[in-house]
T-cell receptor, first 119, second 111 residues
């Protein structure tokens, strides 16, 4: 079974603190993603990565950065946490499946989530 | 307009009922579709992929209508354990791959 592991299930931080959220997957997936989920807003993509040392902005990258130094690990960094970053953070990975001339990406596998509260 | 739209519900149905959810998408470049299930305060988990020809997995049937740009999920013989939020996901491949989630449809199956 694919396993996506997030380092912390629950965190409480203070405004202005630097926050690291770690994510590790064990299935050699090329693609990794960070989402946040808020009531009524659904899942919103923060950043994603299709390869080591590669990153691309999602829909809401402001206030966040990421790092992917190894294929299995994708870290989300909040440089200076703010109260509006209180949320559930979900890491996900997916394999790239080549289908002839049109490659496509497979289903997402999620970690258990990290519930962050910023006071 | 949201790229992927779902009726948020809740859908309250008795045990044994058949219930259907629809999801519409606006980006015709969407290539792949999935239904995910999410239990309260848990991560989303894949329920099933959606194929153009339609596909069935036990009590669950998924359909894709590209002409009308919607996908559907049918649950037959609802169980109490089916109570959850069902998320519709489309994957676009214009440039880079992007998974677009609907906000989810909440289902409550009542005894």
């Amino acid at each position: 079974d694919v396993k996506v592991t997030q380092s912390s299930r629950y965190l409480v931080k203070r405004t202005g603190e630097k926050v690291f959220l770690e994510c590790v997957q064990d299935m050699d997936h090329e693609n990794m993603f960070w989402y946040r989920q808020d009531p009524g807003l659904g899942l919103r993509l923060i950043y994603f990565s299709y390869d080591v040392k590669m990153k691309e902005k999602g829909d809401i990258p402001e206030g966040y950065s990421v790092s992917r130094e190894k294929k299995e690990r994708f870290s989300l960094i909040l440089e200076s946490a703010s109260t509006n970053q209180t949320s559930m953070y979900l890491c996900a990975s997916s394999p790239y499946r080549d289908r002839g001339s049109m490659g496509y990406t497979g289903e997402l596998f999620f970690g258990e989530g990290s519930r962050l509260t910023v006071l | 307009r949201k790229e992927v739209e779902q009726d948020p519900g809740p859908f309250n149905v008795p045990e044994g009922a058949t219930v259907a959810f629809n999801c519409t998408y606006s980006n015709s470049a969407s290539q792949s579709f999935f239904w995910y299930r999410q239990d309260c305060r848990k991560e989303p988990k894949l329920l099933m992929s959606v194929y153009s020809s339609g596909n069935e997995d036990g009590r669950f049937t998924a359909q894709l209508n590209r002409a009308s740009q919607y996908i559907s999920l049918l649950i037959r013989d609802s169980k109490l354990s089916d109570s959850a939020t069902y998320l519709c996901v489309g994957v676009t491949t214009s440039g880079t791959y992007k998974y677009i989630f609907g906000t989810g449809t909440r289902l409550k199956v009542l005894a």
